[in-house]
Nanobody, 122 residues
Framework: QLVESGGGSVEIGGSLTLSCATSGITFRSYSMGWFRQKPGLGREGVGA???????TYPDSVKGRFTVSKDTASKTVVLQMNSLKPEDTAMYRC???????????????????WGPGTQVTVS
């Protein structure tokens, strides 16, 4: 089970920290990713971290978003800084154990998803 938290409303230029608490999985065995979806559009990967520790970001958030994982609490975190109105979306976390532990935004790799948390920037 995955459950996101930390979403909300923030001013332009502000920061938010999203957390994804996991349970029922062997945390160390999984790679993780954060995606967002805006109304009427497809899902966009915004940060992924592989089991091997590598991470990747799209150009739209590179330098502003950072994904990390806390093995002790079995949580994956998305730190979002310098937020823009175009960052407004529903954010979801997902985990997968495919692709040899490397980071990826391929949605067909992902095994489990959280329900999401809304982020609004204005």
């Amino acid at each position: 089970q995955l459950v996101e938290s930390g979403g909300g409303s923030v001013e332009i230029g502000g920061s938010l920290t999203l957390s994804c608490a996991t349970s029922g999985i062997t945390f160390r065995s999984y790679s993780m990713g954060w995606f967002r979806q805006k109304p009427g559009l497809g899902r966009e990967g915004v940060g992924a971290i592989g089991r091997d520790g590598t991470d990747t970001y799209p150009d739209s958030v590179k330098g502003r978003f950072t994904v990390s994982k806390d093995t002790a609490s079995k949580t994956v975190v998305l730190q979002m800084n310098s937020l823009k109105p175009e960052d407004t979306a529903m954010y979801r976390c997902g985990v997968y154990d495919a692709y040899a532990g490397k980071c990826s935004f391929r949605e067909d790799y992902y095994d489990y998803w959280g329900p999401g948390t809304q982020v609004t920037v204005s």
